[in-house]
């Protein structure tokens, strides 16, 4: 009985006052397609980014002519006695010139006759910040200048210095600017919402002290406003969606077979989303009403 | 006194009960040493006095900002007096917390100069929303609401919406709303300011019949030829002061 009267109030106010119920579903509408398009886009970016990290990785060359006995050791010392190492790949110098072969640079290597390349050890860091470490203990700098290496077997350890520097900083730009987007436009979002409901509200104001003056209690009044407010966000958030599907299938599905970046693997799923949007839709137009009515019921 | 201490400024010392006069028994209405400042210079009323008793119908006259409307607000509990103590129906309106001022309000009717009805509902769904509030049956606004708008004459525009009513039956439709619950008083807040004497005549039977049933009628008002036909208790205000309270008055002295 009580639900069914604060529901029929709700839809009442909703038809009786279509106008600034309107404006604040289109808010509604607007605010969840900006939300449903970067979500995506920013989760789209940041696993690019978080995919050119997992890159990093370091070379130790070690000297020509090891021993099956020395790369033992080195191996050992790589995979044991170093912190921050997730894995190390062995790759012996014959394995190194055949990829230099298949990437098409064979021809220089034959004019040399024989193989100029190292034998290898390819080290990945747990994260990619922990890159220049591993370089540390692997060759610590001597305090003449320059580097020493820590086994005798080992040539020289380089982490391509100059790349692994600009992917990480560029990487970290990248993450730490979405993030703030995202930030801002929540914010936004929710004030953008609040503002028109208080609008809405405010031509009621008169409504809300006759409902107090009669004897109705707060939340009395405070229902069905609430349930508009619920019906406004969840009208406005269902035809986002709408929309957002509309452009997934006809634009992105077709354009994602061919970029990578659009179907970058960690991308949060349609369905998800969907909920995500519409909790949030209905969510914030129930409570922004519910908080927005505060200021009229103290009559 | 809780909502009091909320305010800022408060002008008058703390109440000593020994100040105020002694409660009136078996009285409706009683109202002792009531003072409201709005600031140190704006008075609304000052140390008011009177009881009222069960049954009486009660003219509240005075010029403008004579305080007829601060009492009829400190009366719903709409603002708290600075000083002193009300009573009504037995509750001390000191006592009754902030959440249950809608429960007191049931217990009290009032009409206003400016009708105060919902502009989006009809005349029967404004009369029925009274009955709503304190979570009425549907078969019991069947009921009682045809009654009401029989008694008060507005049986054909129960489809009507107040913006298609007169001020005559506007004002008709707000007394049915705040007769419908049956409350043991009535307040009514110039309830003829905005009428033609005619239509005021019709309005003031209206509650005269109400008072019969054995309601308590309070009517601030200044309209004189209405309190001089009535003849019936009158109390005068000025500047926020009883300065008459006759048992059969007319209008001025």
């Known amino acids: 009985m009580r639900l069914g009267f604060f529901f029929r109030e709700a839809l009442r106010a909703l038809t009786r006052n279509a106008v600034p119920s309107f404006a604040a579903m289109a808010t509604v509408l607007v605010t969840v397609l900006v939300l449903g398009v970067f979500i995506p886009v920013v989760q789209a970016t940041t696993g690019a980014a978080n995919e050119v990290r997992s890159r990093v990785m370091a070379d130790v060359y070690l000297k020509p002519g090891v021993t099956q006995a020395e790369i033992a050791r080195v191996r050992n010392l790589i995979e044991h006695q170093t912190p921050h190492v997730a894995r190390a790949v062995y790759v012996p110098k014959e394995k190194a010139i055949a990829a230099e072969r298949k990437a098409g640079r064979g021809e220089f290597y034959d004019l040399l006759g024989a193989n100029p390349l190292p034998d290898t050890f390819r080290i990945y860091p747990d994260k990619p910040d922990n890159i220049g470490k591993i370089r540390n203990e692997l060759s610590p700098l001597a305090p003449a200048g320059g580097r020493t290496v820590i086994d005798p077997a080992i040539d020289e350890v380089r982490n391509r210095e100059e790349d692994t520097n600009k992917i990480l900083s560029a990487t970290r730009v990248v993450k730490i600017t979405m993030a703030l987007l995202a930030v801002l436009l929540c914010v936004a979002s929710i004030l953008l919402i609040a503002n028109t409901i208080r609008l809405s509200l405010y031509a009621r104001r008169r409504e809300v002290e006759v409902m107090k003056l009669v004897g109705a209690t707060d939340w009395f009044i405070r229902w069905p406003f609430v349930l508009e407010g619920m019906l406004v966000g969840a009208l406005g958030g269902v035809m986002a969606i709408l929309l957002l599907g509309v452009v997934k299938v006809a634009l992105v599905d077709p354009l994602a077979a061919q970029f990578a970046l659009i179907a970058a693997p960690n991308t949060i799923n349609f369905g998800l989303l969907i909920a995500v949007l519409l909790a949030a839709s209905v969510g914030v137009s129930a409570i922004g009403s519910g908080l927005s009515l505060r200021r009229f019921l103290r009559v | ?253």
């Open chain 2, 1 to 253: 006194m809780a909502a009091t201490e909320n305010r800022p400024r408060r002008a008058a010392p703390a109440p000593r009960r020994s100040v105020l006069p002694p409660p009136v028994p078996g009285a409706i209405v009683d109202l002792r040493s009531v003072t409201k400042r709005y600031s140190k210079v704006d008075i609304g009323v000052e140390d008011v006095t009177f009881a009222v008793q069960p049954g009486e119908f009660l003219f509240v006259v005075g010029a403008s900002g004579s305080g007829k409307s601060t009492l009829m607000r400190l009366l719903i509990k709409e603002s708290e007096p600075t000083f002193g103590s009300i009573t009504v129906a037995g509750h001390d309106l000191a006592t009754v917390p902030r959440s249950k001022i809608p429960y007191y309000r049931r217990n009290v009717g009032v009409i206003f100069q400016d009708f105060k009805l919902l502009p989006s509902r009809t005349v029967h769904d404004n009369v029925a929303y009274a009955l709503q509030v304190t979570g009425g049956r549907r078969r019991e606004i069947r009921e009682k609401v045809p009654d009401i708008l029989r008694l008060t004459g507005l049986s054909t525009k129960l489809h009507n919406y107040p913006d298609q009513l007169s001020g005559g039956e506007q004002q008709r439709v707000s007394v049915a709303r705040a007769f419908v619950n049956h409350p043991p008083l009535l307040l009514a807040d110039e309830p003829t300011g905005n009428l033609d004497p005619e239509t005021s005549i019709g309005i003031m039977q209206l509650l005269y019949r109400i008072n019969r049933t054995g309601t308590t009628v309070i009517v601030a008002t200044h309209d004189k030829s209405m309190v001089d036909r009535m003849r019936r208790r009158v109390i005068e205000l000025s500047a926020g002061r009883v300065i008459r309270d006759e048992a059969t008055g007319r209008y001025s002295t």
